[in-house]
């Protein structure tokens, strides 16, 4: 009786101290409480580049610390973007990156620089269920790793509408709401562009890097097999041009305006500081509002569509994690990015103002219930599905500035629309042959 007594107790005392560690999460081990194969438990140090230069603050307070705390051997080693920590200069110094996070322009980076690593296999290793996420943001890292997948999304964005309430009330016009069309909000525009006393009102203006590359149309700045212009191929870009800039600029008032605003059209500083503007489109990232609104009464909507495309917003604006080629600590770099995408850490982001990559609407109906932004029109974020995300040339972001530019031209109206367009070929052509030309 004692001897057998005693074997069940050792056995009550294993089966205790398993389930103890398994508890407890020992940090190499996956959710049946198994050692992840070629995972260590021995203390790791990831370093963590961006060509985004987003500040040590932010980099801390959402990835840094969330990743200690869910692994203690893993700490995260941050190099921002500045005088002497250039990419080129990160590569030429031969500074070894476990981890790249980056927008879109993410793939273009890794793979000028020799940094692109095909995760598909420790994607697969790992068990990671690549239908969880928004599939627009899948297949552009797809359409844009050669086949394999050199990132996964953990943030992302898209673009809304931000107005200002106080100016709707004073000339009572009925605030805008998630499903309007262009149409609708090019009215809206016209009744709120005027002037009151010495002040003029300005009805809307669109933020020119964002909407045009995260453009509801899908168009490419460049072809990606011949990386030419679009702009005179695709008659698309006109009425893009016209619908996002031109129409809601239609008026003396405005045009005035612009030129005290340096040929520009209306930004940030006329809704936040001036508040002589009524609404902007702009990323979703509802900081930089509050971060100059007090005393404004604002909120946000959904960013209007197309008629022929109902339902359809901006594309969307992820921000892509990678482990690369580089990297001595794959695996460790791989659990990292698996963490950042599961449900529990997506979960907690949303509920602190950051939009999520995962398609899960139980997470996206809990956005912003954290945060100080509880009480705006979240609904907005998600309201419309993503525009597809198309495949794009290498050269895309040098392209980007002679469309960009030409925005503000073409909102003054003071240029023909076509001549307009052969200088946005010819300027783009010209930065494209330049870049090729410094890689030979």
Known sequence: MIKKSLIVSTAMLVALTTACSSKQGAEGTSS???????????????????????????IKQKFSDPIKAKFPNITIKYIKKGTGTTIDEMVASGQTIDLFYESTNYFYTVDKYGLAYDMSDLIKKNNIDLSAFEPTMIDFAKNMSKNGIYGLPVSSMNVILFYNKDIFDKFGVPYPKNDMTWEELTQIASTLTRADGDKQYLGFAASPAHTIKANQLGLNFLDPKTDKPTINTDEKWKQLYQTYYINTANNPGYKKAMVGLKNKLPYKDPFLKDRNLAMIAYLSDLDWAAAGSEGMNWDIAALPTFKELPKIGSQAYPFYWGVTQQSKHKEEAMQVIQYLTSVEYQTKQVRNGTMTVLKDDAIKKQFAQDSKYKDKNTSALFYNQY??????????????????????EAALGDTDINSLFRKIEETANKAVDAAKAKTK
């Open 387 to 408: 525009a597809p995300m198309p495949v794009r040339s290498a050269y895309e972001g040098e392209a980007q500035k002679a469309y960009e530019d030409a925005i503000h």
């Open 32 to 58: 049946d409480g198994n050692q992840k194969q070629g995972v260590s438990n021995e203390p790791v140090e990831l370093v963590l580049y961006s060509t985004s230069a987003t500040s040590e603050e932010e």
